[in-house]
């Protein structure tokens, strides 16, 4: 065990998309791929390995950035040993579909009305290509094209294109992944000088997590050694009917973005209410050295930021530390969200019909009490908070019966009926390999 | 049910927001007035004595230790809130949790002491059971029933007040003038 020591992280082995921001704006395409032909889709792997973004290289401007991801049934079909196959996360393994229950994921948002093929077992690869302008994306696009005729036992079977702002902001108009955790030996500062960067195992498989343990990895070690586990979320947001529902429970603009801002935690220029309780401060919003730079144990009451608030739910902070029975550590993630979709001109409250949300994509080394542990516990539930009945009100799987309350002198105030303002469209577990996985992908002789 | 097959959790029955959970082990061969001792060192720490209501893990109702078969075996009885196995990890990442862990389980079977968190897991999964039935009466959290605690207090606070008879005749104190009658 060598969790003391500085975990020297292989960065020219690991994948750029978990440890490193993207350049921002960017343009960008999730495409998903079947492996109908085992050599072809090696020879693929073989490709992408060759391309694929390093933590080594710098991903600002002027750059093309590329990750690749492996399903369960991907990784079958490519020929890994079922030895092997078997030693990967339970989670993995099952997939997203048959968690969706777990997850929250019913009705409305379940994997029976997902777009397809996503959640079955025909989506083997995932390839994200993000660059700083269209050019380069187009550009991008034109040699996935060439290599996909070349490659006749590959098929493309989704594809997503995605982009995101100058602002940072998404459909619902907030800006959004500021408080992502910093990494040991990425080699990136941390955004927040209260948060401690975590141990590298925490994102990347083969070093030492929270716990002081190498997180379990798959075998052999060439494979797992420097990996990461992805989840993947389509998530359509109803931005018409979220902004009806203020509409609908406030007298002016004013007390609309407070109403908002209660629920996310952040007011839309991304300045935290810890911050900034009372109004928008969109300098503060915009300063990333000052952004993040927050805790909330004085205000264990929330009524600055509510307890249910959307970022304090998916990042407690200090909240939970005389809990006993909480490490806020073991739940991080990196969060990769991005946008799809037009946006619903200002000021509009019916649904245009257009598709529009977020891409959700979590990076790290723990699928269960990382992702699932917060979309369950934290997000999808209110026991550790001391209210089961309520959900996170922005992406919790509400149904018209719950409710959201907002801590404020000298009564608080509770909002009522929740409807759903986020629905899944579908998503995967994937496993991002380093480098020198994918080239033993390519070579596998089975 | 295989509890004996470590890495496997059993998340317990619940109730509303609360779940059961309880461990079985054997008491290392003449170490049971050492254990009997240590649990009456326990039961004098702050927050364990009784009346403290102030125990380190704040999201347990309530927690039994009980000796039995003539000292030979003990039982850990509690009722948390959440599912607990989704917290495991978090126990064992918890310093005072599992200082108060290693102070009693220390003079069971099976369990070799820290730091080797692999191994404490490894003996939590394999001594957990399962309960066959569990009830409750009463729903809620503990932290809403301290609240509600709190608002009663707060409550007989305003009943004792000269004026409340009067000022619970607002018809929206209704439901408050329901319960001040006794």
Redesign the interface.
Known sequence: MSAATDPHLELDDIQAGALFERPSPYVGTYLMLRIANRADGRELVRRLHRIATTSRVSTGQGSTSITVGFTYHGLAALGVPQASLESFAPEFREGMAARAAVLGDVAASGPEHWEQPLGSSEVHVAIAVLCSDTDRLQAAAAQAREARRELPGVVVVWRQDCYQLATGRTSFGFKDGIGQPAVEGSGRPSTSPRERPLKAGEIVLGYPD????LPPMPTPEVLGRNGTYVAFLKLHTKVAAYRRYLHDRATSRAEEDLLGAKMVGRWQSGAPLALAPERDDPELGGDAKRNNDFLFADDPRGFKCPLGAHARRANPRDSMD??????V??HRMIRRGTSYGPALPEGMLEDDGADRGIVFVFAGAHLK?QFE?VK??WLN?G??????LEKDPLVGPNDESSGFTIPQRPIRRRLQDLPPFVVTRGGDYFFAPGLRAMRWLAELGT | MAASVAGSSEPGLSVGPTSEFSLFVHVKPGQGPSLRSALVDLQDTPGYRPGDYDMAVQTIHEARFVLFDDDTRLAFITSFDGPWDAYMEDFFSSGPTLTLFDVIFRYTEGYDGLPDVGALKAFILDAEQMAAAYARNYGGTVIEIRKAQRVNAAFQQVLDHPNAAELLKHPAMQALLDEAGD
Do not use: C, H, N, Y
């Not at chain 1, 929270?210 to 343990?213: A, F, I, M, S, V």
């Not at chain 1, 005389?322 to 490490?327: A, H, I, L, P, R």
């Not at chain 1, 026991?383 to 089961?388: E, L, Q, T, V």
């Open positions: 929270e716990t002081g343990e005389e809990v006993g029975s909480v490490d550590r073991l009490r542990f369950t516990q539930d026991i550790f908070i001391g209210a089961p």
